[in-house]
């Protein structure tokens, strides 16, 4: 069972790159041969999401500009990096 949204997000995205690649197996898509090398190439950036959306934003904060968004207004509590 999936608990939270983020989880659900990361689920419904791996089911979906499954279902594009199972409907162009299939034949049921149909997609250019410059198309078809994506595929593998969401599925790998899959892999390399955070699992818990905890995660996420600790790998995120670092990137995050104080003086244009405060984390404090989405109900993080984290310090970021001086601009």
């Known amino acids: 069972q999936v608990a939270t949204p983020?989880?659900?997000t990361r689920v419904a995205a791996k089911c979906a790159i499954e279902?594009?690649?199972?409907g162009h197996e299939?034949?049921?898509i149909k997609l250019s041969d410059r198309e078809v090398p994506w595929i593998d190439?969401?599925?790998m950036a899959m892999e390399e999401i955070p699992e818990t959306e905890d995660e996420l934003i600790e790998a995120m904060i670092p990137n995050v500009n104080p003086a244009i968004c405060s984390l404090g207004e989405y109900g993080i509590e984290a310090e970021t990096p001086a601009t």
């Open 6 to 8: 983020y989880e659900q």
């Open 19 to 22: 279902e594009i690649r199972k």
């Open 26 to 28: 299939e034949g049921h």
């Open 41 to 43: 190439m969401m599925d």
